[in-house]
């Protein structure tokens, strides 16, 4: 974990979020963070106006966002240290951001993990993320994967802004082959 922390610190913000961040209409209000990682998002969220709650279940990552944060506005920045598997409530949000976070849930605690998210969401609010199709080459791990159908059912009340499917091999952020296959999200809560 801590190779990939430090291969991700100071990365660009991830593509999906920065499409949320152009369709959102108003003011910035309090984004959710969820597996922050190394703070690449938050620290684009803390850049644009927002308040963040970021979460991660990694006291380095939280501590690696911590000190990077210092540089922008550390007083809008909230840090939580706890898994998904954690059935604590999620706070009221105008944005969710889960790049690649959600797959990490286990596949049992997803289904809460999802009721919590959409519970918290604020009407008009924006989630962003990725989930891992079937073919991905970590589909055998015990990550949670889902189809395109289980998806386009997910966010049957929700309007989506994008939906894309990508398949291709290339590497992870610490430099391993893999064969990746992943569905990216933007949608509003309606």
Known sequence: MR????????????????KALDLWPGN??????????AGRDSLA????????????????ALDILHEQAAAYAPDKLSMVCRAF???APLP???LINASFALPFC???????????IVRSMRRGGLFTGHFFG???????????????????RQFECWTLLEFNEH????????GHAKHWHLFEVVARRS
């Not at 190779?3 to 920065?18: D, K, M, S, W, Y």
């Not at 286990?106 to 919590?116: N, S």
């Open 92 to 94: 009221a949000a105008d």
């Open 167 to 174: 398949e291709y091999d290339g590497k992870t952020a610490v």
């Open 106 to 116: 286990q596949p049992g605690a997803f289904p809460d993990m999802w009721e919590r």
């Open 45 to 60: 969220l803390l850049r644009a106006g927002w308040v963040v709650i970021a979460l991660d279940r990694d006291p380095h």
């Open 3 to 18: 190779n990939f922390l430090e291969a991700t610190r100071g990365a660009p913000a991830q593509p999906n979020l920065c």
């Open 85 to 87: 598997e954690d059935s």
């Open 28 to 37: 910035p209000g309090l984004a959710l963070d969820l597996g922050c990682g």
């Open 134 to 152: 079937p073919r991905d080459d970590w589909a055998s791990k015990r990550l949670s994967i889902h189809t395109q159908d289980q998806l386009l």
